[in-house]
């Protein structure tokens, strides 16, 4: 991936959102539906996380590559993104870039509820 954010399409998989992201009955997605929806994000308006997502790693440019030891690898954002209720939400975000289209997929997020410190 270049520098080139202008050029880069975010991905996000609609079903993600609605059936996982802001599910609280998710077996998986649950507990990350409830820290979303404590900031205000809705089932009835998942185009506003989808923003946000995009928002926070923009944001939150250039992010952390990581290797994984088996698949392609990813790119880690840390910071936070203003939420549908006006607070800043801590959050790291998992993207998967590609070059060819130059592309970033959304992966997950993961709720910052500790402050690094150090």
Same mark, same amino acid.
């Given at each position: 991936? /270049? $520098?080139? /954010? ?6 996000? #998989?609609? %079903?993600?959102?609605?059936?996982? &992201? ?7 997605? =649950?507990?990350?539906?409830?820290? &979303?929806? @404590?900031?205000?994000?809705? %089932?009835?308006?998942? *185009?506003?996380?989808?923003?946000? &997502?995009?928002?926070?790693?923009? =944001? *939150?440019?250039? =992010? ?14 840390? $910071?936070?993104?203003?939420? +549908?209720?006006?607070? #800043?939400?801590?959050? !790291? ?7 060819? +289209? %130059?592309?970033? @997929?959304?992966?997950? +997020?993961?709720? &910052? /509820?500790? !402050?690094?410190? =150090?």
């Amino acid at each position: 991936m /270049t $520098g080139q /954010t202008d050029r880069v399409g975010w991905i996000i #998989d609609a %079903p993600k959102i609605a059936r996982y &992201l802001l599910d609280l009955s998710h077996p998986i997605g =649950g507990p990350k539906a409830k820290f &979303l929806l @404590r900031f205000g994000f809705t %089932p009835q308006d998942p *185009n506003a996380l989808v923003l946000a &997502l995009v928002a926070h790693a923009m =944001g *939150n440019l250039p =992010g952390v590559k990581k290797d994984q030891p088996k698949g392609p690898p990813r790119i880690i954002f840390e $910071g936070t993104v203003t939420a +549908p209720d006006g607070r #800043d939400m801590p959050l !790291r975000t998992v993207w998967e870039p590609s070059d060819s +289209p %130059p592309e970033m @997929r959304f992966v997950t +997020p993961v709720p &910052l /509820t500790r !402050r690094k410190t =150090g």
